[in-house]
């Protein structure tokens, strides 16, 4: 799809989007097996506590001795960055940060760190079934250690009353985010975007990525009850942020393109929709959905086919005609 300049959009991994013509009946391109970060019948979220409490002593003493060591910290800054974490995003994270790390030291290292109090870790659970995949934020202990070192800490308060679905939309985002990443990446994760001076000119993304030649919004959206409705407030909101790119708290080179990720193609195939049947003439969109960000990432990205329109039919009789 090409935007109101006739210019392809492209997406974060350099390529242009792939086209889904709405008009066709819906055909899955990816295994319907849903993402763990989509929103079940019952979902929520508990928190497991270590064993036993480590007093601050406990804590200074480990780093004292060195058991709390630079591939430590560096998982408790990661984890500082992307606010809510699981093992993999954590080790995809380290690893295009330039560390050498396997998979299985990062999920041994969280395992202490928890266990000493430096993160916390959180269990989903659903109706049906408990959630293969833990996720983890700061501790007392981690969000203490990095004070110490003079680094900006995102507390989270109290985890347990944030609604299941929010955290899932951060997790799912830093998917994407851990998976589109490279050297030139700068990104914010659930930071409010605000014209103060402006009605309606504020939104909050589950991220916000700037390349050095472009920048993204990425809204997540689960299968909540009434999110199609709450997704179309919030274009409105996106809409008018965009469209003052430049009189934002945060400073952005061009103007942004917003990223909406679903939890399926279908779902994605159903925001496509609703996105269509209004009309947003001020703002760029790609869509994508999560599990084919970490299966198929060369082919995640789309845009809605509009070559069936008529302004499309008219522009390519005329170029017959002016042919001839």
Sequence with gaps: MKNENNIELISPIGATCNKVDLKKAMVPICDE????FASYVGDMHKLN????????IEA???LEKGHIGDIEKA?????NHLLFATS???TYYLKKSGYSIESKTVARKLTRLKEKSFVRQIEFVSENSISSYKAYYLGYHGTGLLRALDIKTYSQGYVSEIKTFKIKSILASNQLLTQVMNEELQFDVSKVIVNDNIRGCIVRPQSVLKFNDKDFFVEVVRKVPN????????LVRYETVIENYNNLNIKLKKKPVLII?????????????LYEENNYKNMDVIFTFDRILLYQLENAFFVVDHKESKKGIFSFLFKGIKNR
Excluded: A, V
Aim: charged share 25%.
């Design 33 to 36: 097996k849903l993402s763990p």
């Design 49 to 56: 506590k270590p064993k036993k409490n480590t007093t601050k």
């Design 60 to 62: 200074d003493f480990l």
């Design 75 to 79: 998982i408790l800054m990661t984890i």
């Design 88 to 90: 993999l995003q954590i």
């Design 227 to 234: 999110w199609q409705e709450k997704l179309t407030q919030k």
């Design 261 to 273: 990720q679903g939890e399926s193609y279908e779902h994605m195939f159903e925001i496509m929709n």
